[in-house]
């Protein structure tokens, strides 16, 4: 069973920073795309970015793209997301996930079988 475990959300002013882990245990990680999803109050679950196994594709919504940026490193299990330029409509909580393993990067979340708990991140105006 892969169990994801993300950290470093929190209060941030807009135009600040953040980073966001997760990782994994389980299972191979380097051996799965993941990616992460967040879902603000009253809203859906969106795609925010993903990552194939090797890091070398990546894809990010358009509402990210230019502040936000996937990253991994396998040797650590780790996922990250690196957000700046923060806005108030970034606030949400954040969710890693993982797809089975040998898939491709995916933006659906029904693609993916493994989340972690979430991570809220609250961007002040």
């Known amino acids: 069973q892969v169990l994801l475990v993300e950290s470093g959300g929190g209060l941030v002013q807009a135009g600040g920073s953040l980073r966001l882990s997760c990782v994994g245990s389980?299972?191979?990680?380097?051996?799965?795309?993941m990616a992460w999803f967040r879902q603000a109050p009253g809203k859906e679950r969106e795609f925010v970015a993903t990552?194939?196994?090797?890091?070398?594709?990546?894809d990010h919504a358009d509402s990210v793209k230019g502040r936000f940026t996937i990253s991994r490193d396998n040797a650590k299990n780790t996922l990250y997301l690196q957000m700046n330029s923060l806005k108030p409509d970034d606030t949400a909580v954040y969710y890693c996930?993982?797809?089975?393993?040998?898939?491709?990067?995916?933006?659906?979340?029904?693609?993916?079988?493994?989340w972690g708990q979430g991570t809220q991140v609250t961007v002040s105006s």
């Open positions: 996930a993982a797809r089975p393993v040998y898939h491709s990067i995916s933006t659906w979340s029904g693609d993916y079988n493994y």
């Open positions: 389980g299972g191979t990680f380097s051996d799965s795309a």
């Open positions: 990552i194939s196994r090797l890091g070398y594709s990546t």
